[in-house]
């Protein structure tokens, strides 16, 4: 149990040009699902945390206009990345909490998607 | 800031138990103490968490300092699967990862 997928895994886009990463919970709800990015050979930032319903929270030093997200259902988030840039290449990883018990504090992390914008 | 400090590698040889510690002197009293692990290219899989109490589960021990700060992760059996990152994070649901441990196991 406790799946996470991501789609696309990979993604290759043109500078300009939008791209949408999906985020699913195949076996579980989750009211709160968080983005990470990862850039090479260096830990996960933490991007924002998306609340079902609500509008994300983002930390400090990301653009919420260049990074949208939506948490449209228990299941599903989505980010955008609107007008990507080559700096903006990196592996994007999403991860759901379960909606109750002792499990909230578990998170269960997709299995990334790799941007390249060129 | 991880509020971690975990030493940047270990190794181990193949099916000897593992320890993985992990030093967080500032921790609060409503922090847990998550661990997970890395393989190149993927998502973090969780690995186990706590409060105040050792735990077990399937995959690793916890041990829990009774001053709770510090903590030791143990893979009681490494395989060469268990090659991977291993992120020590205190908070709650929230996380907020560090460098890691890069554990290499020796077949």
């Known amino acids: 149990g406790a799946v996470v997928s991501q789609h696309p895994s990979w993604v290759i886009c043109k500078s300009g040009t939008s791209v949408k990463i999906e985020c699913r919970s195949l076996?579980?709800?989750?009211?709160?699902m968080f983005w990470y990015r990862q850039f090479p050979k260096q830990s996960l930032m933490l991007m924002a945390t998306?609340?079902?319903?609500?509008?994300?929270?983002?930390e400090q030093g990301v653009e919420k206009d260049k990074f949208l997200i939506n948490h449209a259902s228990l299941t599903l988030s989505t980010l955008t990345v609107t007008s990507a840039h080559p700096e903006d290449s990196s592996f994007y990883i999403c991860?759901?909490?379960?909606?109750?018990?002792?499990?909230?504090?578990?998170?269960?992390f997709g299995p990334g998607t790799r941007l390249t914008v060129t | 800031d991880a509020k971690t400090t975990q030493p940047n590698s270990m190794e181990s040889n193949e099916e000897e138990p593992v320890h993985l510690p992990c030093n967080h002197s500032?921790?609060?009293?409503?922090?847990?103490i998550h661990w997970y692990r890395q393989l190149p290219s993927q998502g973090p899989e969780y690995v186990i968490h706590?409060?105040?109490s050792n735990v077990n589960n399937r995959m690793a021990s916890l041990a829990i300092a009774e001053d709770r700060k510090s903590s030791t992760l143990i893979l009681h059996r490494a395989t060469l699967r268990d090659a991977a990152v291993y992120y020590c994070?205190?908070?709650?649901?929230?996380?907020?990862f560090g460098k890691g441990t890069k554990l290499s196991v020796i077949p």
């Open positions: 991860s759901a909490s379960p909606l109750s018990g002792r499990s909230t504090y578990e998170q269960y």
């Open positions: 076996d579980f709800q989750a009211t709160t």
């Open positions: 998306s609340n079902e319903g609500s509008k994300a929270t983002y």
């Open positions: 500032t921790i609060s009293g409503t922090d847990y």
């Open positions: 706590g409060l105040t």
């Open positions: 994070i205190r908070g709650s649901y929230q996380l907020t």
